[in-house]
């Protein structure tokens, strides 16, 4: 089972030094990262940000994160970030209903 990293509330600025630690942790693992969003209910640009940076080191490291369980306004702000583009992204679910 890969290592996970699992978001849960609001995650914005103000919850960014919260979850650095989770990040270095996450950063240091020897297998692609799962990142758990079904339990995040807000996140803004520095999240988005964040989950970039962490596909960015592991990508440099032969690794990949694959982010499971987006609620809609959560993978919307995905997929308008284009995190799901990067390369060592996966995104899983199917795309949300257009309204």
């Known amino acids: 089972m890969p290592p996970t990293l699992h978001c849960r509330g609001d995650e914005d600025r103000n919850t960014q030094g919260s979850r650095r630690r989770a990040l270095t942790r996450a950063i240091r693992?020897?297998?692609d990262v799962m990142v758990d969003l079904s339990d995040?209910?807000?996140a803004d640009v520095s999240m988005m940000l964040d989950?970039?940076?962490l596909a960015s080191r592991l990508r440099?490291?032969?690794r990949a994160?694959?982010?499971h369980g987006a609620q809609p306004q959560?993978?919307?702000l995905i997929e308008r970030m284009g995190l799901h583009k990067l390369p060592g992204v996966q995104l899983d679910g199917p795309a949300p209903a257009l309204a």
Do not use: S
């Open 51 to 53: 989950l970039a940076m």
């Open 40 to 42: 995040l209910a807000f």
């Open 60 to 62: 440099a490291h032969g």
């Open 65 to 67: 994160i694959r982010l």
């Open 74 to 76: 959560i993978r919307t």
């Open 29 to 31: 693992a020897q297998a």
